[in-house]
Protein backbone atom coordinates (compact mmCIF):
# COMPACT_ATOMS: atom_id res chain seq x y z
CA UNK A 1 0.00 0.00 0.00
CA UNK A 2 1.00 3.25 -0.83
CA UNK A 3 2.25 5.59 1.82
CA UNK A 4 0.89 9.00 2.92
CA UNK A 5 3.95 11.56 2.22
CA UNK A 6 4.20 14.35 4.66
CA UNK A 7 5.93 17.76 4.62
CA UNK A 8 6.97 19.62 7.75
CA UNK A 9 7.46 22.97 8.03
CA UNK A 10 8.43 24.34 11.02
CA UNK A 11 11.79 26.72 12.41
CA UNK A 12 11.92 25.08 16.10
CA UNK A 13 13.85 21.93 15.38
CA UNK A 14 12.78 20.61 18.45
CA UNK A 15 9.34 21.12 17.67
CA UNK A 16 9.88 19.15 14.38
CA UNK A 17 11.48 16.27 15.75
CA UNK A 18 8.65 16.02 18.79
CA UNK A 19 6.07 15.92 15.43
CA UNK A 20 8.05 13.26 13.49
CA UNK A 21 8.20 10.92 16.43
CA UNK A 22 4.32 11.30 16.91
CA UNK A 23 3.85 10.49 13.06
CA UNK A 24 6.74 7.48 12.94
CA UNK A 25 4.04 5.56 14.95
CA UNK A 26 1.66 5.40 12.21
CA UNK A 27 3.07 2.84 9.76
CA UNK A 28 0.66 4.24 7.03
CA UNK A 29 3.05 7.53 6.89
CA UNK A 30 6.10 8.64 6.13
CA UNK A 31 8.14 12.04 6.36
CA UNK A 32 8.99 13.36 2.54
CA UNK A 33 10.65 16.00 3.91
CA UNK A 34 11.25 19.33 6.23
CA UNK A 35 12.24 22.56 6.80
CA UNK A 36 12.73 25.54 8.95
CA UNK A 37 12.21 28.07 6.55
CA UNK A 38 9.65 29.50 4.72
CA UNK A 39 10.65 29.91 1.12
CA UNK A 40 12.63 26.57 0.98
CA UNK A 41 9.38 24.87 2.37
CA UNK A 42 7.49 26.33 -0.21
CA UNK A 43 9.96 25.25 -2.76
CA UNK A 44 10.18 21.88 -1.77
CA UNK A 45 6.47 21.21 -1.09
CA UNK A 46 6.36 22.12 -5.24
CA UNK A 47 8.59 19.40 -5.61
CA UNK A 48 7.94 17.04 -3.30
CA UNK A 49 4.65 17.20 -4.19
CA UNK A 50 3.50 15.62 -0.85
CA UNK A 51 -0.18 14.52 0.40
CA UNK A 52 0.36 16.43 3.71
CA UNK A 53 1.77 19.84 3.97
CA UNK A 54 2.16 20.52 7.89
CA UNK A 55 3.18 24.24 8.36
CA UNK A 56 3.98 26.76 11.21
CA UNK A 57 2.33 30.21 10.47
CA UNK A 58 5.72 31.93 11.34
CA UNK A 59 8.65 31.17 9.82
CA UNK A 60 11.79 33.29 8.24
CA UNK A 61 11.83 34.09 4.79
CA UNK A 62 8.21 33.61 3.75
CA UNK A 63 5.37 32.74 6.80
CA UNK A 64 3.07 29.67 6.66
CA UNK A 65 0.54 31.95 5.45
CA UNK A 66 2.32 33.23 2.34
CA UNK A 67 3.13 29.33 1.74
CA UNK A 68 -0.22 27.91 2.12
CA UNK A 69 -1.46 30.87 -0.42
CA UNK A 70 0.80 29.83 -3.29
CA UNK A 71 0.87 26.01 -2.54
CA UNK A 72 -3.04 26.11 -2.70
CA UNK A 73 -2.83 28.14 -6.02
CA UNK A 74 0.05 26.26 -8.09
CA UNK A 75 -0.40 22.41 -5.75
CA UNK A 76 -4.13 22.36 -5.01
CA UNK A 77 -4.23 18.86 -4.22
CA UNK A 78 -1.94 19.03 -1.49
CA UNK A 79 -3.86 19.14 2.10
CA UNK A 80 -2.44 21.85 4.09
CA UNK A 81 -2.58 21.90 8.18
CA UNK A 82 -1.59 25.30 9.90
CA UNK A 83 0.29 25.10 13.10
CA UNK A 84 0.29 27.90 15.59
CA UNK A 85 0.42 28.84 18.57
CA UNK A 86 -2.88 31.24 18.55
CA UNK A 87 -6.14 30.49 18.55
CA UNK A 88 -6.80 34.05 16.65
CA UNK A 89 -10.13 33.87 15.17
CA UNK A 90 -8.47 36.30 12.59
CA UNK A 91 -6.39 33.63 11.20
CA UNK A 92 -8.74 31.31 11.10
CA UNK A 93 -11.04 32.63 8.85
CA UNK A 94 -8.38 33.99 6.65
CA UNK A 95 -7.00 30.68 6.39
CA UNK A 96 -10.24 28.57 5.86
CA UNK A 97 -10.91 31.54 2.96
CA UNK A 98 -7.40 30.80 1.68
CA UNK A 99 -8.64 26.72 1.42
CA UNK A 100 -6.26 25.29 4.24
CA UNK A 101 -8.01 22.32 5.46
CA UNK A 102 -6.87 22.09 8.98
CA UNK A 103 -5.82 24.74 11.67
CA UNK A 104 -4.10 22.93 14.83
CA UNK A 105 -2.88 24.57 18.11
CA UNK A 106 0.65 23.51 19.15
CA UNK A 107 0.08 23.29 22.65
CA UNK A 108 -2.35 20.34 21.74
CA UNK A 109 -0.95 18.99 18.74
CA UNK A 110 0.10 15.78 20.33
CA UNK A 111 -3.83 14.82 20.79
CA UNK A 112 -4.92 17.01 17.35
CA UNK A 113 -2.22 16.39 15.05
CA UNK A 114 -2.98 13.00 13.69
CA UNK A 115 -7.09 13.23 14.28
CA UNK A 116 -6.14 16.69 11.72
CA UNK A 117 -4.37 14.07 9.36
CA UNK A 118 -6.81 11.28 9.17
CA UNK A 119 -9.77 13.78 8.80
CA UNK A 120 -8.20 16.26 5.97
CA UNK A 121 -7.16 13.06 4.33
CA UNK A 122 -11.08 11.89 3.68
CA UNK A 123 -11.85 15.99 2.68
CA UNK A 124 -12.89 16.77 5.67
CA UNK A 125 -11.75 20.61 7.52
CA UNK A 126 -9.98 20.18 11.06
CA UNK A 127 -9.55 23.15 13.57
CA UNK A 128 -8.85 22.24 17.13
CA UNK A 129 -11.54 21.86 19.69
CA UNK A 130 -10.18 25.18 21.35
CA UNK A 131 -10.26 26.91 18.11
CA UNK A 132 -14.43 26.26 17.65
CA UNK A 133 -14.44 27.22 21.06
CA UNK A 134 -12.70 30.82 20.54
CA UNK A 135 -14.18 31.41 17.09
CA UNK A 136 -18.09 30.73 18.56
CA UNK A 137 -17.92 33.52 21.54
CA UNK A 138 -16.08 35.99 19.51
CA UNK A 139 -19.34 36.75 18.25
CA UNK A 140 -20.48 37.55 21.01
CA UNK A 141 -17.59 40.02 22.16
CA UNK A 142 -18.31 41.93 18.29
CA UNK A 143 -18.63 45.39 18.34
CA UNK A 144 -21.69 44.61 16.52
CA UNK A 145 -23.45 40.99 15.18
CA UNK A 146 -22.81 39.87 11.41
CA UNK A 147 -25.59 39.53 9.23
CA UNK A 148 -27.13 36.18 10.01
CA UNK A 149 -28.93 33.46 8.09
CA UNK A 150 -30.23 31.31 11.03
CA UNK A 151 -34.11 31.65 10.51
CA UNK A 152 -33.01 31.19 6.83
CA UNK A 153 -31.07 27.77 8.01
CA UNK A 154 -33.93 26.81 10.53
CA UNK A 155 -36.63 27.10 7.71
CA UNK A 156 -34.29 25.29 5.21
CA UNK A 157 -33.10 22.58 6.81
CA UNK A 158 -34.68 19.79 9.05
CA UNK A 159 -33.49 19.46 12.29
CA UNK A 160 -31.90 16.09 11.44
CA UNK A 161 -29.77 18.41 9.05
CA UNK A 162 -28.89 21.05 11.27
CA UNK A 163 -27.23 18.57 13.08
CA UNK A 164 -25.39 16.88 10.66
CA UNK A 165 -24.43 20.38 9.79
CA UNK A 166 -22.95 21.30 13.22
CA UNK A 167 -21.04 17.78 13.28
CA UNK A 168 -19.32 18.47 9.88
CA UNK A 169 -18.80 21.96 11.41
CA UNK A 170 -16.98 20.22 14.37
CA UNK A 171 -14.61 18.24 12.17
CA UNK A 172 -16.57 14.78 12.22
CA UNK A 173 -16.17 12.16 9.04
CA UNK A 174 -19.50 11.11 7.64
CA UNK A 175 -18.51 8.00 9.33
CA UNK A 176 -17.78 9.36 13.18
CA UNK A 177 -21.46 10.92 12.55
CA UNK A 178 -23.09 8.17 11.26
CA UNK A 179 -21.97 5.90 14.59
CA UNK A 180 -23.19 9.06 17.33
CA UNK A 181 -26.33 9.41 15.41
CA UNK A 182 -26.65 5.60 14.51
CA UNK A 183 -27.41 5.86 10.76
CA UNK A 184 -25.53 4.82 7.82
CA UNK A 185 -22.32 6.78 6.12
CA UNK A 186 -24.73 6.39 3.14
CA UNK A 187 -27.20 8.28 4.90
CA UNK A 188 -25.35 10.81 6.32
CA UNK A 189 -23.13 11.77 3.08
CA UNK A 190 -26.85 12.39 1.61
CA UNK A 191 -28.23 14.28 4.21
CA UNK A 192 -24.80 16.06 3.72
CA UNK A 193 -25.20 16.81 -0.36
CA UNK A 194 -29.32 17.91 0.44
CA UNK A 195 -28.05 20.34 3.01
CA UNK A 196 -25.50 21.68 -0.03
CA UNK A 197 -28.05 21.91 -2.29
CA UNK A 198 -30.62 23.80 0.22
CA UNK A 199 -27.78 26.23 1.08
CA UNK A 200 -26.33 26.40 -1.98
CA UNK A 201 -22.67 25.97 -0.87
CA UNK A 202 -20.44 23.57 -2.53
CA UNK A 203 -17.53 23.20 -0.34
CA UNK A 204 -17.23 21.45 2.87
CA UNK A 205 -15.23 24.44 3.95
CA UNK A 206 -17.82 27.28 3.11
CA UNK A 207 -20.72 24.76 5.17
CA UNK A 208 -17.96 24.94 8.09
CA UNK A 209 -17.83 29.05 7.51
CA UNK A 210 -21.66 28.58 7.43
CA UNK A 211 -22.01 26.92 10.66
CA UNK A 212 -20.18 29.15 12.56
CA UNK A 213 -21.10 32.47 11.34
CA UNK A 214 -24.83 31.50 12.30
CA UNK A 215 -24.32 29.95 15.91
CA UNK A 216 -24.64 26.38 14.89
CA UNK A 217 -21.45 25.16 16.54
CA UNK A 218 -21.53 25.91 20.21
CA UNK A 219 -19.10 26.12 22.51
Known amino acids: MKKVKIFLADDHAILREGLRYILSGVQDYEIAGESGDGREAC ?75 SEVLRGNI ?19 PEPSDTDGASALLSHREREILKLIAEGKSAAQIASGLFLSENTVKVHRSNIMKKLGIHKTVDLVKYAIRNGLVEE
Open 43 to 117: EMIERIRPDVAILDISMPSMTGVEVARRILRYRPEVRIIMLSRHDNEEYVRELLDYGVHGYVLKDNAAEDLLRAI
Open 126 to 144: YLSPRIISSIVPGRARSAG
